[in-house]
């Protein structure tokens, strides 16, 4: 009997040291996760970022008007703070990146200190803008060093931790792709001028904003379900996982969710009314079968289909085999920016893998529009004389407070780039200039 109780004991403490084992291992593994997630995050920011900040300086070499010369440069200072900070979050501490953090810190300090004088009074110098050029090029450099190394870990599916273990071990051979990338991007920005500088730390500007087109009745889990499979084209409930947003939560929500051996898939849904505010499928995608074109109209037929009324595409790009579609909000010829959403569509059976719907939702609502104050050929006037003004609109943006302006919308080139330029339809300011992306690069190593 006295056996039979040792036996049951130890039995018992075997399977609690087995489930304590596990369960360290669950929690082990989480916080991996955990640390992955962060570093993905940074650096892919950090890439976007660059891109972004090559775009900013571009545009303030376009822009004719010094009101708006100045907000932009303090932007460009915004980006670089937003930059360095997603550096400071990526494991590089063993591995040599001042340089590169200095070059931000540079770009910061330049245009903090030029942004803050009177640009009527003290214009930007002959100098000035040609240090804005160099910038320009030099951040253009930067972005494509690490789009290159975005391409290769997305190939790939490299791993940060693993890069974190490969500078932790430096006698060990390891993959350091991404280490080695780095290093590259190090050393281009080694043959950078150097500024003079601290770096700088800036104020973004945040403004509430509700959500002004979520109509319906509030909607059930279980309906939120059937919903879901719909949109994320899945065969039964019981494939699908849900979780509720927590209190406090800008907009409430339904996070769905499903993962199989080739693909997975997440949708978030608006409790109330159940809109469609995100949705994303992730799977391979095989030879292109149909054009971009093509792509365009299933995008064009999901939005109907959704009740997505009076949509214009102004924008569409291609990035392996998948077809990315910029929309806009069009009613009586005028195009409304606040209202925007973005489809994306496989080109290999025109399925709908994305649609990001957030800004639609948030700003979408019926306007009164005054009528312009000046002409079409008196807003041209406005523009910068060396833009070759191609295209013209009609079109709602909001402006630095968060107001919702109409301007004259004009796409222009100047050199080789092409730019989209807002000037105000009442009183001649110009609101914003952008600089469009080009075709896109491959980014892949030959």
Same mark, same amino acid.
């Given at each position: 009997?006295?056996? #039979?109780?040792?036996?049951? $004991? ?9 489930? #304590? ?55 460009? #200072? ?13 494991? %590089?501490? %063993? %591995? ?49 060093? !690490?789009?290159?190394? =975005? ?13 974190? &273990? ?6 060990? =051979? ?65 494939? !699908? ?9 800008? $907009? ?65 790009? =291609? ?33 709908? %893998? ?46 630095? &407070? ?38 896109? $690069? ?5």
């Amino acid at each position: 009997m006295i056996r #039979w109780i040792l036996i049951a $004991v130890l039995a018992i403490g075997v399977i609690g040291t087995g489930f #304590w084992g596990y369960q360290e291992h669950q929690e082990k593994n989480a916080v991996l996760i955990q640390a992955e997630n962060t570093y993905q995050r940074a650096f892919h920011e950090l890439t976007y970022r660059v891109d972004v900040l090559n775009d900013k300086i571009g545009s303030a070499l376009a822009m004719n008007s010094k009101q708006r010369l100045s907000p932009q440069l303090v932007e460009i #200072w915004r980006i670089t703070s937003e930059a360095l900070s997603d550096v400071g979050q990526l494991p %590089l501490g %063993l %591995l040599p990146f001042n340089k590169t953090e200095e070059f931000l810190a540079n770009i910061g300090d330049f245009t903090y200190r030029t942004a803050v004088r009177d640009l009527e009074k003290e214009p930007l110098s002959d100098q000035e803008t040609r240090s804005l050029e160099k910038l320009y090029k030099q951040s253009g450099e930067i972005k494509d060093e !690490l789009r290159k190394v =975005q391409h290769t870990a997305l190939e790939n599916n490299l791993r940060w931790m693993d890069v974190q &273990l490969a500078l932790a071990n430096e006698g060990e =051979q390891m993959d350091n792709t991404i280490i080695d990338g780095f290093k590259t991007v190090e050393k281009k920005v080694e043959g950078f001028a150097e500024g003079n500088g601290d770096g700088s730390t800036s104020n973004k500007t945040v403004r509430d904003h509700e959500f002004k087109f979520l109509t319906g009745e509030s909607l059930s889990s279980e309906k939120a379900l059937t919903k879901a499979t719909k949109l994320l084209r899945v065969n039964g409930k019981d494939k !699908l996982n849900i979780t509720e947003s927590g209190k406090g939560a800008e $907009v409430p929500l339904y996070s769905i969710s499903y993962r199989n051996e080739n693909e997975s898939g997440y949708l978030d849904l608006s409790q109330t009314g159940g809109h469609p505010l995100t949705l994303l499928v992730n799977r391979p995608v095989k030879q292109k079968q149909i054009s971009l074109n093509e792509g365009m109209k299933k995008a064009e037929e999901y939005l109907k289909k959704n009740q997505f009324e009076d949509m214009t595409v102004f924008q569409s790009a =291609q990035y392996d085999n998948i077809g990315a579609f910029s929309f806009l909000y069009s009613k009586d010829g005028v195009r409304y920016y606040s209202d925007a959403l973005e489809v994306k569509v496989a080109l290999d059976n025109g399925e709908i %893998l994305g649609l990001t719907a957030i800004d639609y939702f948030m700003n979408h609502n019926d306007r009164k529009l005054a009528e312009p104050e000046i002409s079409a050929d008196e807003a041209k006037e406005m523009v910068n004389p060396n833009v070759d003004i191609q295209e013209e609109y009609l079109a709602v943006i909001d402006n630095d &407070l968060g107001e919702e302006v109409l301007t004259y919308e004009f796409l222009g080139t100047m050199g080789n780039e092409t730019y989209r330029i807002f000037i105000n339809a009442n009183d001649g300011r110009e609101e914003r200039v952008e600089k469009l992306s080009g075709s896109e $690069v491959n980014y892949a190593r030959g």
